[in-house]
């Protein structure tokens, strides 16, 4: 005679067991941004793109909060990344915490080259939560970029380049500095953050060359770029004039501190 025991332990043989739920923790952007920037500086990006990721990731944290958006990453859809491209081209105010911007500069929408390069770094971030399975599917997929309007290169005539560097004193230290640069760029066709980067070690005066290192420059290869005389003369002068500042670099502040690109433009 079989047990009750024994009825009940064959029935529980066959029994189909159910199977766990998997549980998810909702992270904010923010945590998963902390993974995203220390991956990138793992692969050794250079600063200035690092620089630039956290702008733009900060940009668009700030478009969160001013529509009193969650951060968590569930509810950052295509939507949400549509209505902030919107909201830079329709609502966003040029220059808007830079104190000491003229009124007339403030105008309302952010051009369509600014708007594609903050969308660009969403586009590196969201790919990269994809390819880590940190998210589903990547909510960038669908954005486009904004259409930006082919502007005519203008080229200098022989006469306004002429004017161009016939206009600083050269008897005042920024503006020979500013003349150099003008020179060297001339020369050499550098990018200006190439150029700024440069120091005194990267300059050969014997061979008459200037080696852009592979930390400067932009495709991440280092390069040799060749100087006529009159430029390499320039850089002496200007290094000589820059010892009382004891830095290495070539173009600096009136204060001795690297330039920076926003230096150069104004």
Known sequence: MTSNNERTDSKRKGKRVKKELRTFTTHTIDDLFEK???????????ERTLHQYKENFRYFTYFLDYKCLSRNID?????????????????????????????DCKKVGLSPSTINTRLKTLRVMFRFFVDEELIESNPMKLVKDVNEPQEEIVVLTVDELRSLL?????????????????NLLLDTFLRISEALSLTANDIDFT????????TVAKSRKARIVPIKNTTANLLKDLIKENEEFETNHVFVTNYGEQMGRNHFRK
């Open 166 to 182: 016939d206009a600083p004193n050269k008897r005042s230290y920024s503006d020979f500095r500013d003349y150099v640069i003008m």
């Open 75 to 103: 509810t950052i859809t295509t939507d949400v990344i549509r209505n902030y491209v919107v909201f830079m081209k329709n609502e966003k105010i040029q220059f808007e915490d830079h104190n000491y911007k003229p009124n």
């Open 36 to 46: 995203f920037y220390h991956a990138k500086v793992a692969e050794g990006r250079a």
């Open 207 to 214: 061979a008459k060359v200037i080696t852009v290192r592979a």
